[in-house]
Every structure is written in C-alpha cells, then in structure tokens.
C-alpha cells in the first residue's frame, strides 16, 4: 500500500512539472539596493591552517536604465583561535557597470567589485522546474588582499528547482554548480608573487526576484586552490553569502521638518539636493586644521542638525564622501579625503547614527564645484557630501 502512495504521490508530482508554464527569465531592475557578501573561508597555506578569513562587503548601489554606479565598502581579517592575526582593511570603492537583461555584466569601472559577474545568468529560452542549462560568468578573486583582483571565467550549470516566499518575496529557486579553472600552473622561481593557477568547486543556492530577476540571497560552498608564482599554494575551504535588498523610500513626514529646520538655522552652509541615489546633503567648507582630519571649533550645530536628520530617515545607507581643493597632489588629495569623510563620520556616530550604516569615501579633488585658481572656489570645493541612501 505505501509502494502504491509513494507510486501516485511521484506521478502527481511529475504531471504537475509536466503541465507547468514555462518561464521566462529576465532581469528588469533598474532600482537602487544595498548589497552584503559575507565570506566565512578557512584559510591553509601550503596545506598548512592558518585561521578563520571573515570578510564583509557592504555596498549601496544607484541604478537607472541598467546602469549602476555604486561604492562597495570592504572589511576583512583573519582570525586564528578567534584572536585577529591581521589588521581589518577599511575601504571604500567605486565600481560602475551595467547589467543586461539576461543578468550578463559589463564593467565599465572595474575595481574588483561586484566580486560576481553575470550571475546569475538566464536561459534563452522559457524554463520549466527541473530545466538546466549553462551560461558563462565571472568571479573577481584577490586571495591575498593585494589590491591586484584577478577575472576568473566560470562556466556555471543552473537547475530550476522551484518556487517560494522568502521574506515576503515571491521568488524562483535555482541551483549552480561550477568548477574553478585559471592559469596554467607553471611556476617561476625567479618571478614575484602573481597568481598563476586556481583550481576548485563550487556549488550555490541562489532566491532571484520575481519582480526584478536579481538574486536577493545567494548562498555558496566551494573550496579553491590558488597557486602562485613562487610555488607557494593558499588554499581557502567555506561559504560565500550574498544578500540583496531594495532600498526604501525615506520617511518624508519625520524628514522634512528637519530639512525645513536646517534650511532656517544653517542657512545656506547645507546644501540639500535629490540625487539618483537618494538626498544628498552638502557641508560646505568644513573648518578642518590645515592639511588636516582635525575638525575645528564652530561645527557642533552642523553636526547635531546633520545627525537628527540621519536618525529620523528611513535610509539603510550614508555614504560619506570626502572632496578637497586641488593642490597638485593627488595622493595626498585622495587620502586627506578619506580622512575627514571618517572625522564626520566618527562625529556623527557620537550623536547616535548607527555606525553600521556608514560607508565612508574620499574623492580627492576629483569633483570640484568651483574654480581652484580662487580662494572662495578651493573653499567651495572643500566639503562633505552624505548621501541618504533610497529609492
């Protein structure tokens, strides 16, 4: 009797495969979202454990018509008896790409980020649950934290295995599998340290919206084998994470009695603008020491108007950039930037914005606003911009 349930039980099944609708996969986003890969790997070198690598990459993403342009913040270390044997690495990165409607990538910025590529990528053709076929993607990989990410291609199968709800989200469930092919092995004793071999298996769970075809989670286990120039092999075994969400719109009802505050008590030193990525305040001419992160005396009331507006949206993102007056040196631009982007940061956490939602950026002197060959122009371009990060 219970071979007979399970005979009619498999049949149902399969008649209800065999009479469902093909699908046909497309990605129609075009929205902004926040994006979190979180990396647990376990970390050998030459076959020998070293320790727990935990990365986190968070980034807030502007889109319109297929085209992105977004800041990926990234913070790594490496743990051993869940002691830090490594310094975090804060930074934050610009990548601008575009993505088609079959999920397929083109960079157009390439910092290393996004770290996937075209993927996931769908079928030509409308699929049915059980369907599998095969598109090419890529992963950017950057073992050693050396700045020098280095494109792998991936021929990626994908299974339609199905339907459901996740977190209130209609979505389709697929599987992909993937092998790890690079280089070709050959060692140069005399070379530096180039990656010059990768080998591995991977295989991931993937939640793609209905609504846009972006894959809200992504989950994968693989292990790789990195084989580089000097015949040294890292090997890193455990699981990537990927979790996407739309950003929401901000709360106007809480969000415009402070703006309209700030336009009374500040005056013209705030400026207040709609972007593609959300509103973006602009503090104009900081008092910072000269060639320096040190803020000066006479910012508080800025600071505490700023922050109030902060709590009081419903943004899932500040990104913070910092922006100087050209000097004829860039480097120094850049990281003078940066610095004071993370001293407004800094001052705006102590007055209760959550510092998790801060993505800190320097601009350099690569967005001038004004004239540098005048006082009033460098001062001009001497700012912070924080965009709330929404819809």
């Not at 050396?146 to 792998?152: G, R, V």
């Not at 040190?294 to 419903?314: D, F, H, M, T």
Request: net charge negative; with cysteine.
């Amino acid at each position: 009797m219970k071979k007979l349930i399970g005979i009619i039980c498999l049949s149902f099944v399969s008649f209800m495969v065999f009479c469902q609708e093909p699908i046909s996969f497309s990605y129609n986003g075009g929205k902004n979202y926040t994006m979190v890969e979180r990396t647990d790997l376990r970390r050998y070198d030459n076959n020998k454990y070293i320790g727990l690598v935990s990365r986190e990459v968070k980034a807030c993403i502007a889109g319109k018509d297929g085209l992105y342009e977004g800041s990926f913040y990234v913070d790594e270390k490496t743990l051993h008896k869940a002691i830090s044997v490594a310094p975090s690495i804060n930074s934050a990165v610009p990548s601008t790409f575009r993505i088609n409607e079959n999920g397929s990538f083109e960079m157009l910025e390439d910092c290393g980020y996004p770290s996937f590529r075209s993927f996931p990528a769908f079928p030509k053709n409308p699929a049915k649950i059980g369907d599998t076929w095969t598109a090419k993607a890529e992963r950017s990989v950057d073992p050693l934290n050396k700045n020098k990410p280095t494109i792998i291609p991936m021929e990626v199968l994908y299974t339609f295995i199905g339907e459901e709800v996740f977190h209130n989200e209609e979505v389709y469930v697929l599987s992909a599998e993937w092998a790890t092919r690079y280089g070709n092995g050959i060692i140069d004793e005399n070379g530096d340290s180039e990656l010059r071999s990768a080998t591995g298996k991977h295989k991931a769970t993937m939640y793609i919206s209905k609504e846009t075809g972006y894959a809200v989670v992504i989950r994968d286990y693989g292990e790789d084998n990195f084989l580089y120039t000097d015949g040294n092999v890292y090997s890193f075994k455990g699981s990537i994470n990927l979790f996407t969400e739309y950003a929401p719109s901000m709360n106007a009802e809480k969000v415009m009695p402070v703006i309209n505050r700030i336009g009374v008590t500040l005056g013209d030193s705030v400026g207040v603008e709609e972007t593609a990525a959300g509103l973006c305040l602009t503090m104009k001419n900081l008092q910072f020491m000269p060639d320096s992160a040190k803020l000066l005396p006479g910012e508080e009331e800025r600071l505490n108007e700023i922050a109030q507006l902060l709590i009081v949206s419903n943004a899932p993102a500040f990104l913070i950039e910092g922006h100087t007056a050209n000097t004829g040196v860039s480097d120094g631009e850049m990281e003078l930037s940066i610095e004071r982007a993370r001293t407004i940061a800094q001052e705006l956490v102590k007055r209760g914005v959550p510092a998790e939602k801060c993505i800190c950026q320097g601009r350099g002197s690569s967005r001038p606003v004004a004239d540098n060959s005048t006082p009033e122009g460098r001062a001009a371009n001497r700012r912070v911009t924080i965009t709330l990060f929404s819809k």
